[in-house]
């Protein structure tokens, strides 16, 4: 369970940065250069390297090497570990708020019937 738990927070320590997220919006369509996939950063080739090495060490993204140009591709099965999370986060606040909100409509029900009765003087 730690290390399943070390790899998840290293999936969300990816995504939490915009670039990435950027180039996983932009691998979710194919595989690309990474020339390609720097173009639209406004950064070093070396700095923008880094991210495609965060990405690819937490397991988000695999390359290859074809002559010269290493080409990167999405590996959408840490993803899983990240939606699997998730979905049981949301279902865990989905029945907290369901119990939230049978309790206030049962104080609701309780306030409105002890409203209600007649006034026995």
Request: aromatic letters at 6%.
């Amino acid at each position: 369970m730690p290390n399943q738990s070390t790899q998840l927070d290293r999936v969300f320590y990816a995504l939490a940065d915009p670039t990435r997220r950027a180039v996983l919006e932009r691998l979710s369509v194919g595989p690309a250069a990474v020339s390609e996939l720097a173009k639209p950063f406004n950064m070093a080739l070396p700095s923008f390297t880094q991210h495609l090495n965060v990405l690819r060490d937490c397991g988000l993204v695999h390359s290859k090497k074809t002559g010269r140009v290493r080409i990167y591709q999405i590996d959408p099965v840490a993803l899983t570990s990240a939606e699997q999370w998730l979905e049981k986060q949301h279902a865990v606040w989905e029945t907290r708020l369901n119990q939230l909100d049978a309790y206030l409509n049962a104080i609701k029900d309780e306030t409105d019937d002890s409203t209600n009765v007649p006034n026995q003087s």
